[in-house]
């Protein structure tokens, strides 16, 4: 079973980048759908972002894009969320999930999909 963990979150002043990273220390994640969702204080959770299993197809949020990417190593077995130009709105805890797609092209960020999620971290744009 995937136990998914995500890091580099943090505080960071508007305007400013971070990149967030998804990994799997015991399984090869290039055959999963990885999506980024989000959960602002007060808000119900949201899908922002997607890479199929290939890195054929991304998917963004209308308000993230532009500014956001997602992007997969296969040798580091992580999938990135550069996240630049950030705004307090963007401030939130940040999940990663994954949904098993093997040689897929396509993705969604439909939650329901997801069967494996991280923790979360968490991130405030804030001066």
Known sequence: ????????????????????SCTDSKYTLNVYTIAWFRRAPGKEREGISCISSTGGETRFLDSVKGRFTISRDNVKNTVY?????????????????????????????????YR???????VIVSS
């Open 116 to 122: 494996y999620w991280g923790q979360g971290t968490p």
């Open 1 to 20: 079973q995937l136990r998914l963990v995500e890091s580099g979150g943090g505080l960071v002043q508007p305007g400013g980048s971070l990149r967030l």
């Open 81 to 113: 969320l550069q996240m630049d130009s950030l705004k307090p709105e963007d401030t939130a805890e940040y999940y990663c999930a994954a949904d098993w797609t093997p040689s897929s092209d396509i993705c969604t960020a439909e939650q329901g999909r």
